[in-house]
């Protein structure tokens, strides 16, 4: 069985996920140029429709072949020549301007089957970005900041996102802010994303990838500077853990660490997400759970059930304590 997916109408993030409704500079254009194009649509079909019924009904007598051909001449060579050079000026020019880089954050976004590692690092020089993508183990060490699932924006900046694929095509889509983009293997795509209004919103993949596509969501936070630097500073801290805990001992008996890293403890995988912090996130399993006891009790029994396709192996022959105390223990890392 499928796990509960996120309403987004109820939470975690409000609204539908919408180009219509936009949050971001990108969106914003995009939806003008949707406007543009829909109300020159809807003229040229009623300029259309009604030299059509003109034509047939108001005036069914024969025309001169002069006033055909003027007719096409302007209305079927002229007119959409002007148009859509028009159009095309147009959205060259758009394009140039939202690709314009950005001047505020670099965030490495990497499409995993099936969720989203996302890097901050705030003062990793460029090279650093590509061993990030290539071999997480040995991106840039002490500076960076790993999540998932989770981008966090401050509103009114312009932050850029380096986007990769370690195996298969994935696209990144927050219909909000910007328009999609691929996520492609053995090379960085970048998207500059300008939210305009503090909110959560919802991001998708939009590139068929697998078995699980459909379940591959993430969340967007855009909060004030401050909040946003509050956040990014609780993330960098390590996890604060009580040794005797039961649920962290069974975490590090049962080898999760070979796949998961919890900064501040033994467990330093970098297979799987990031668990530093995993209680914080506002989803698990890339939206399709929710952060709580029950959530990590499911995936740890039967990650499969929850996520065809995923990587990690089920833990369902572990004692049923075990299992509830690791979950208890995870949704506890805030
Ligand atoms: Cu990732 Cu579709």
Redesign the pocket.
Known sequence: MVGVMLDCATSPCRGLPSSLVPAGTEAERVATLFDGLLIGGALVWVLVIGLAVYAARVNPAGHSERAARRIIVWGGIALPTLVLAGLLVHALGLLGELRAPADGLRIAVS?E??WWRVRYAPDAPMQDWQATFIDPADGAQGTGVDTANALHLPVGERSELLLY?PD????LWIPALAGKID?IPGRVNRLVLEPTRVGTYRG???????A???L?AFTVTVSPRAEFERWLAGQARPASVDAADPGYRAFLANGCGACHRVRGTPADGRVGPDLTHVGSRLTLGAGTLATDAAGFARVIRAPAHVKPGIRMPAYDMLPDAEIRAMAAWLAGLK
């Open positions: 499409g089957r099936f694929s298969v095509i994935h696209s996520m998708v993949c939009a590139e068929f990838c697998g699980a596509h459909a591959m």
